[in-house]
């Protein structure tokens, strides 16, 4: 059973251009959870989605931030017009509906602004 | 809202030695708790987890944690540390309401860092 699949692993873009970052959670997942970590600071959650539906996105920014999880395919974060602020590890993991289940991690994209 | 606080943002430890790295929450309603470790350029991976029964959970690699609800703590423990188990530890909790799904809040992380 494959674990939490992130790619890119490693992503440079230039300020103002977009990044895209994909997610394909553990078989049997339906619940993708994403996390920013910047760096020398903790992991700060961002949004949880279900199949087709966003469900938490209180820690995403408001603007150029977007999320989603089509019924077919990975999940998808999306930053556009990208600042140097944006460099950081972003992290997707997902878990099994039901209260208490582990969430599992992706090995994380690392986004660079230059 | 729920909040966790690891008290020590790093952590300096001999080979062979005893660690313990301490985590207090604070939470409104009911929470699960857990720990995981990242080693450097990597994702997360679970040591333990408490969701109800014992108090003291063991892990893997030899962890182990206790919850106190007296003290909402749930400091982490290794009796002898390897240098392998350098790295950052970060303790979290996630709440007991379905709607929150099984959402982590996250500690600053404790960097344990392991010397021969």
């Known amino acids: 059973n494959a674990g939490v699949m992130q790619n890119p692993r490693h992503l440079v873009r230039r300020r103002g251009q977009e990044a895209r970052l994909r997610c394909s959670p553990m078989?049997?997942?339906?619940?993708v959870y994403w996390y920013r970590q910047l760096p020398e600071e903790g992991l700060k959650f961002m949004v949880y989605l279900q199949k087709e539906n966003i469900i938490d996105e209180s820690g995403m920014p408001k603007e150029r931030f977007s999320a989603e999880f089509p019924k077919e395919g990975p999940s998808i974060l999306r930053i556009q017009q990208v600042v140097r602020g944006d460099s950081a590890a972003y992290f997707c993991?997902?878990?099994?509906?039901?209260?208490?289940?582990?969430?599992?991690f992706g090995e994380g994209s690392w986004l660079t602004v230059v | 809202a729920q909040s966790v606080t690891q008290l020590d943002s790093q952590v300096p430890v001999f080979e062979e030695a005893p660690v313990e790295l301490r985590c207090n929450y604070s939470s409104s309603v009911s929470v699960y708790l857990f720990w995981y470790v990242q080693y450097p350029n990597q994702g997360l991976q679970l040591l333990l987890k408490?969701?109800?029964?014992?108090?003291l959970v063991k892990g893997i690699n030899g962890f182990e944690a206790e919850f106190n609800k007296s003290q909402t703590s749930f400091h982490l423990r290794k009796p002898s540390v390897h240098i392998s188990d350098t790295a950052e530890y970060f303790c979290a909790v996630s709440v007991a309401i379905k709607a929150a799904g099984n959402k982590l809040t996250f500690g600053g992380g404790t960097r344990v860092l392991v010397k021969p």
């Open positions: 408490y969701l109800s029964g014992s108090t």
């Open positions: 993991a997902s878990s099994p509906p039901g209260l208490g289940n582990t969430i599992y």
């Open positions: 078989k049997g997942h339906s619940h």
